[in-house]
């Protein structure tokens, strides 16, 4: 590689690396036609960068030149940046380079917006049609789609990827009219819509066709920064819980707020990235997606923001008494689920094990049940109901949160619930 080529690598990778939504799981595109590389349905191999950063495909911007001025954005037209630009067949090449060196397993392209979003749309649909079209290559990629693009060119691009995604950014209109004044909640959410359609659509014709090529067969994905404007979680979770009644729509991302761009007075003044706040959301949002949780029992009017000390499953339980304890030889599945310290796989475990035996607290420890968390809300065979008091509730709040406030008396603690019970 020239050093021409590896100026524009650096440049344009390290202006990629602030999009996170760049997940490869679900694509099962197999090798065909003596082609290279394929994407299993395990997805490809992540790996993160010290700050957490997806680095895992080759992540890279086809320009970081850019029209718009977004203020969160590195890239924005008004900051003084190095500035490059790939042409499609050079970062096809590139990307079949890396392949075959084994760097990477497939590709995540973005870009900054150069004359109009269809033009943009269009050079980056150039570079997946060079690479499946010409050289044949099956791996996983990634595409970001840019807001405003024209539904025609949206599907043509989904014919070609694995992945799409259209970033909100912003999770209200209002905000991000003042941070994004190019852009609007238009423009994102009918690229959005557009692919949820198609991907219907291709169901219905696979079902008649077998051989119809796949449309975004791993779904589309969409990032929400955080922290850079004063929506609450509750307004950002309902925002996500409203993207998940579509079935294409696999991840939201959340990005705590990078100040990259300091100077600008209409961003907050933050020290440090929020991840706790990341964090939390993330857990928040597993349990929308798989604790069967409705968005209103994670935050509300009361608790309109994410308790930052314990994960959201655990303040939920500690919020509400009443539904505990659970009994794990006797209670639904549904019910176990809810167990701060009991996952998916443990609450299945659970229901197929007490066909065979009345299970007790070492047969949860086996089961993979966190008993330090769980021993609070649960009862077996070898404990008598009990019931969760609100005093005991702030002493499981201290002693489970993060860092633990109590660590040292937790024996103690243990022990006087034991007792209340
Ligand atoms: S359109 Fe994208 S690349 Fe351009 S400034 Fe906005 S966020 Fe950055």
Not at 87 to 101: Q, S
Not at 264 to 280: A, F, H, I, M, S
Not at 299 to 321: C, E, G, H, M, T
Request: with cysteine.
């Amino acid at each position: 590689m020239n050093e021409k080529m590896i100026t524009k690598l650096e440049i344009l990778a390290e202006s990629a690396k602030y999009d996170i939504s760049c997940s490869s799981s679900g694509a099962s595109r197999g090798n065909k036609d003596k082609g290279i590389g394929s994407a299993h349905k395990s997805g490809i191999c992540h790996t993160f960068t010290a700050d957490g950063r997806c680095v895992s495909l080759l992540k890279i911007m086809l320009t970081n030149y850019c029209m718009f001025d977004c203020a969160y954005c590195i890239n924005r037209q008004s900051n003084d940046i190095p500035r490059a630009g790939f042409t499609p067949l050079e970062l096809a090449d590139l990307t079949i380079e890396f392949y075959r060196r084994n760097y990477i397993e497939g590709l995540f392209i973005s870009s900054g917006i150069v004359r109009s979003p269809d033009h943009t749309m269009e050079r980056m649909i150039r570079v997946v049609t060079i690479l499946r079209n010409e050289y044949g290559f099956n791996g996983y990629i990634h595409m970001k789609a840019i807001p405003g693009a024209s539904n025609e060119l949206i599907n043509q691009a989904g014919l070609l990827v694995d992945r799409m995604s259209v970033n909100l950014e912003i999770p209200t209109e209002e905000n991000l009219k003042i941070l994004a004044p190019d852009k609007d909640h238009q423009s994102i959410y009918q690229p959005m819509r557009q692919i949820h359609q198609n991907m219907l659509e291709n169901i219905e014709d696979r079902k008649k066709f077998r051989t119809a090529p796949k449309f975004v067969p791993a779904g589309q994905s969409t990032q929400v920064i955080i922290g850079a404007t004063d929506e609450s979680d509750k307004q950002i979770l309902q925002l996500t819980a409203k993207l998940y009644k579509r079935p294409s729509m696999k991840r939201v991302y959340y990005s705590g707020f990078i100040p990259v761009n300091s100077y600008d007075k209409r961003l907050p003044v933050v020290q440090d990235v929020p991840r706790v706040r990341e964090n939390r959301l993330y857990q928040a949002d597993w349990l929308l997606r798989f604790y069967d949780f409705n968005v209103d029992e994670i935050v509300n009017d009361q608790y309109p923001d994410l308790d930052l000390s314990v994960d959201p499953k655990l303040a939920w339980a500690i919020r509400n008494p009443q539904f505990f304890p659970i009994d794990v030889n006797r209670d639904s599945y549904q019910k176990i689920l809810r167990v701060p310290g009991i996952g998916v796989k443990s609450a299945k475990l659970i229901v197929m094990a007490r066909r065979h035996r009345k299970l007790t607290f070492d047969a949860l420890k086996r089961i993979g049940v966190v008993l330090k968390r769980a021993k609070f809300f649960v009862v077996c065979h070898e404990m008598r109901k009990f019931k969760l008091l609100d005093s005991s509730a702030e002493y499981i709040r201290l002693s489970l949160q993060d860092p633990p406030l109590l660590e040292d008396k937790q024996d103690n603690i243990s022990q006087q619930l034991v007792m209340e019970w």
